[in-house]
């Protein structure tokens, strides 16, 4: 059975690029510190806790992809590449161990606000996001704060070139687990933007 992935319906593709319209969305996020690779797992097992039961009725609710995992810190000076992991400068800490990142889930569509289970944790909060246009890099293999950065800034530069306006931070999406054969792994930079 395939894993339940965000709707969307390609406005725009050339080579590794798209411009997508996703339809509005319910997230559970939390928010964590620490350099990437930390952020991400601390965040993933929080989440993961809540899906798997951990919440007001005990109910398991199915993993969907990706992962998604941005910079959540407002004081950073530069810009991240970034999210679900990341990839982010700071002007924190050399080591990036200052850091905040904001990790989240996509709920599976068939939940309302309402009908959503309430978290235990009071780290895991519920939002939603509504529909949006978001510009999208896609590549595979391992990441790395350099290889986000570089993907990050090749798609700034594609959404430049398509006279689109980016808003806000860009997000790191992970699609596969941590055992998927780095070739078959799907990684994407996501920017949300306006036409």
Same mark, same amino acid.
């Given at each position: ?56 009725? +005990?109910? %398991? !609710?199915? =993993? /969907? *992809?990706? $992962?998604? #995992? @941005? &910079?959540?810190?407002?004081?950073? +000076?530069? %810009? !991240?590449? =970034? /999210? *679900?992991? $990341?990839? #982010? @400068? &700071? ?10 990142? /904001? ?93």
């Amino acid at each position: 059975m395939a894993t339940e992935e965000p709707k969307y319906v390609l406005l725009d593709k050339s080579e590794s690029f798209e411009l997508r319209a996703y339809a509005p969305q319910i997230v559970a996020e939390v928010k964590v510190d620490g350099d990437l690779d930390a952020a991400s797992t601390q965040g993933f097992r929080l989440i993961a806790a809540y899906i798997f039961g951990k919440n007001q009725v +005990s109910e %398991k !609710i199915a =993993m /969907t *992809a990706p $992962v998604g #995992i @941005e &910079s959540s810190d407002q004081n950073k +000076s530069a %810009k !991240i590449a =970034m /999210t *679900a992991p $990341v990839a #982010i @400068e &700071s002007n924190k800490s050399p080591d990036n161990a200052g850091n905040q990142w /904001t990790v989240s889930f996509v709920m599976p569509a068939e939940y309302t606000l309402a009908s959503l289970p309430k978290p235990l944790n009071p780290q895991v909060k519920i939002r939603e996001v509504p529909a949006e246009k978001r510009a999208v890099i896609t590549f595979s293999g391992f990441y790395n704060e350099e290889k986000v950065r570089e993907k990050t800034q090749a798609l700034r530069d594609w959404v430049k070139i398509k006279n689109l306006k980016s808003v806000g931070e860009p997000q790191f999406a992970r699609y596969n687990p941590p055992w998927t054969l780095p070739f078959m792994r799907r990684n994407e930079v996501m920017i949300q933007v306006l036409d």
